[in-house]
């Protein structure tokens, strides 16, 4: 059963604008969830994470919205640049260190 | 620092032989995960291992068994290999002090061939 998901498998986004990256869960125990970043042949990489006392979290150009009460994240990359070219990941966990992933989406920042 | 290390990066073997991978992971870091990648399934969870124990195990056969050592590195093995389990094979490790939240950092991850 996919805890964590990901709907979109697939995004493109003309260089300069807002890439908005959405995953829902369905965990209500889950209290902390992170965004990563996989180019092909590596690991992901971590961009950026948000806890659940807090509802944004921003860096740089990178921002993570949490609404808890509609089990919903979204990562919005403003202005998206082509190296931004990726498959980005959510991941969520709760207590203990086990964390679930959604299936990825792949951004194409076109420029 | 040096990043989690994952040797060796490909590997090609036949059904029914088994392989050993290995996971260095970063310096200070003592919960080292193990995650399967396949096309359109996402990073599915294996095992945790912190402090030379399994503290959390997804949902594999047994076939897919790990260990970590006193210095936090970790072995994953895999017994009686099945075409199915051609994949992306990758390490992640984390400070796991107690009662944190944690972030967990990625190897480059160990591309597994099974024909």
Redesign the interface.
Known sequence: DQQVK?NSPSLSVQEGRISILNCDYTNSMF??F?W?KKYP??????LI?I?SIKDKNEDGRFTVFLNKSAKHLSLHIVPSQPGDSAVY?C?A?GA?????????TSLTVIP | KAGVTQTPRYLIKTRGQQVTLSCSPISGHRSVSWYQQTPGQGLQFLFEYFSETQRNKGNFPGRFSGRQFSNSRSEMNVSTLELGDSALYLCASSLAFPGGQETQYFGPGTRLLVL
């Open positions: 990901q209290d902390y992170l990563y042949a590596e690991g992901p990489t971590f994470s806890s990941f991941a966990s203990g260190n086990q964390f679930y992933f959604g299936t990825g």
